[in-house]
């Protein structure tokens, strides 16, 4: 299924700011912030102008959800109201937080039932952009609009003009508007590149336009937010450089190549990006999905120019987060992390719950095509068990024909090797590999509890593709 060309924009008049929850004033150091979250039915405005509106399940009733502004370190106690007609949690995506409080439904906590409420209380420790969104039925719920991006904000945070954020998600919908329901268990999507949409939001909308002016400096926060689609993204006209990757900072900002930041499933990316246009001039924001390249906003330059004189620093770099990076991968004996299945390139049978199936079997009566290391997911037992604070290496081999997003639950990790290219120095919460890739990362196993690792792309997630580590 392909993306729908749009040849020209709608005018939204849409303002720049996202839709946010304002920060609150300090709380006293034992009292926690107090935020609520209710998942429920809702509609929005997915399509373009004159299009009906798509019943979504969503926070608070938005897509995305309310954008969650906390501090560094500052504790907060966020109660999930579920009014939705299935269980849900929350899971609180790339926050190094305790493990009972990672929100992953048979692992960390029971999923909270329709008509009931939870309490998640923990205290962020690293500054960046996160998100948050259900881990039960990821692939329906996450599909369906229950999502939204967490700000930890940095004690100084950079001088910018406008703070943006720029979050893409991917749906299908079918001809009369809605969601295609009847697709989220469909085995071809979960056998090849998940269920890919034919309809790409920015920030919610068909199209965003962003209110900018000459010689201002902006600080944009991207999350892709699809559940199997990547994107690529460009700013027309402009350079932009990478500051943070998966909220923990770059040590060097850097531009990236072609000046296109590729993101793949639950990836994000903060970027500086200097407004050198002039008034009145507008950009698009590129999008290629594969064969295709879409507009999916445009920055709109106002009439006037920046009026303060431009003081701002040449380089904004963020503080490092306080998160152990020493690692000593000589000390440690790789885990070999196989990844098999899928389109193309099908295992004869694999072990399901104890039993070994063969592939028609697996399809057949359960709906899996993918393994780690010959074991279809959710074992009862950890792919590996490290010591904490010592160094965890895994080697992840992709012997599939379909490229993969892994994510890391509880720890960013690092590349130490890779088969096509030189590591990437950047610590990172899911790790983007393409077919016959082998990428070995590391990271400092220093958060003690049951952390998934599986592939972001959801599909392949609900076929088999999860897994959990255990750190002592
Ligand atoms: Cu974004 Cu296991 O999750
Ligand atoms: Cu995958």
Redo the contacts with the bound molecule.
Sequence with gaps: MSLSRRTFLAMTGSIAAVGAVAPQHAASADQARRLRLTARLSRAHLLEAGQPETAVWAYDGSVPGPTLHLRQGESIEAQLINQLPQPTTI?W?GLRIDNSMDG?AGLTQPAVQPGKTYFYRFAPPDAGTFWY?P?YR?WEQLARGLYGVLIVQEASPPAVDQDLIVGFDDWRIGENGQIDEASFDSMHDISHAGRLGNILTLNGKFSQDFEVLSGQRLRLRLLNAATARVVSVRFADHAPLVIALDGQPVSRPFAPRGNTILLAP?QRADLILDCDGEPGQTSSIEVDVGRETLVAGRLVYGTQRRQRANTLSEFPVLPANPMPTDINPDDASPVDLVMTGGARAPFPSAVYQGENLSIRELVRRHKKAWAFNGVVGFPDKPLAVFANGKTAVIKMVNRTAWPHAM?F?GHHVREIQHSAREPSPHWRDTIFMRPDETVTVAFNAHNPGRW?L?C?MLGHQRGGMSTWYEVG
């Design positions: 899971h995506h992953v969104h881990h990821t639950a994510h639950h998934m599986h972001h």
